[in-house]
């Protein structure tokens, strides 16, 4: 479920007010929630890399890399059939490849492994590591996909993670004031656990586009405090 742009508008704009530091515009406000929403996002592939490095608990929902992915799940989106030359940037949201599989027609999958493409050579002339059915490999070069072995009996299949949508809060101008125009407005694509975040990741912001120092503790203080229960 996604969080509401309103909501986070709305809580932003009465902890502003609520510090006397003025008020946000709906334009200052839409540059800063879409840095908040980027922030956190690419938060997620840098907490999974450190997480992996502990052992997880056994049961899923206090395993912070089960976590992660329930939180990307909705950004993973199939492809479908991919072959060599094939061009990713054709794929205008991706925000990364996600897996490679290679897929026979008994239904079996084999992961493929990503490898540089300086290491290409080395790869193919080792009986060791030259690739096979049982071991595909796939490189970039110049945003191609080249896949080895290039004949296999199966089709190649890819997953990546797409870019969130860019948010928007719209409104009518009435007397000076906005009101809420839900039809012309986007909502926020990150898990609605993240509402909390999303408001002291663009308090931070307020407060340095505002250069006020007490208003970018705030935020902070109250990041620091969802972290360190997050991860008790």
Known sequence: MAVSIDTVYQRVQALVNKEQRGYVTPTEFNLFANKAQMDI?????????????????????????????????????????????DDLTSITDMYMLSDVFLQFQNTNFRAVTKIDMCDLAIIRNSPLTKPTQNRPIYYINENTINFLPDNPTGVYRGYYIKTPVTVQWNGYNIGGAFAYNATNSTDFELHESEQTNLVNNILKLVGISLKDPNLYQTGQVEETKDINQEKQ
């Open 41 to 85: 996002f690419e938060q997620y592939f840098y907490d999974s890399h450190q997480f992996q490095r502990r052992p997880g608990s056994r049961k899923n929902y206090n395993d912070p890399i089960e976590i992660i992915q329930e939180k990307l799940n909705p950004f993973k989106k199939d492809i479908g059939t991919l072959t060599t030359g």
